[in-house]
């Protein structure tokens, strides 16, 4: 699986942004997607994933009522939509794949998920 991230960006507090992940390299709709994000210092954190389907969303707290993911299986991508971004959603993003997941689940642990892509970047500041 090869996974393409793109969007990132430098806005400010308030404004909003998509970021698309295009795979490539296996079937799309037979694994989940999630992003992350890694701030300078910090760990990569999780910060939404859908399931095979698209049918199943999950989100960290601390993204829950503005970001929205969502998949299209027909252009084998993923998207992220951040609106109201605050200057704490400055981060790398990344979007990886978990082929190993069954049914309709979706995971959060960094651990699940074997492919990545290259991340792109947010800045949020005024």
């Known amino acids: 699986v090869q996974l393409q991230a793109s969007g990132g960006g430098l806005v400010q507090p308030g404004a909003s942004l998509r970021l698309s992940c295009a795979a490539s390299?296996?079937?799309?709709?037979?694994?989940?997607v999630g992003w992350f994000r890694q701030a300078p210092g910090k760990e990569r954190m999780f910060v939404a994933a859908?399931?095979?389907?698209?049918?199943?969303?999950d989100y960290a707290d601390s993204v829950k009522g503005r970001f929205t993911i969502s998949r299209d299986n027909a252009k084998n991508t993923v998207y992220l939509q951040m609106n109201s971004l605050k200057p704490e959603d400055t981060a790398v993003y990344y979007c990886?794949?978990?082929?190993?997941?069954?049914?309709?689940?979706?995971?959060?642990?960094?651990?699940?998920?074997?492919?990545w892509g290259q991340g792109t970047q947010v800045t949020v500041s005024s």
């Open positions: 859908i399931s095979r389907s698209g049918g199943t969303t």
């Open positions: 990886a794949a978990d082929v190993r997941v069954i049914s309709s689940y979706v995971r959060w642990d960094v651990g699940y998920y074997d492919y």
């Open positions: 390299g296996r079937t799309f709709s037979s694994y989940a």
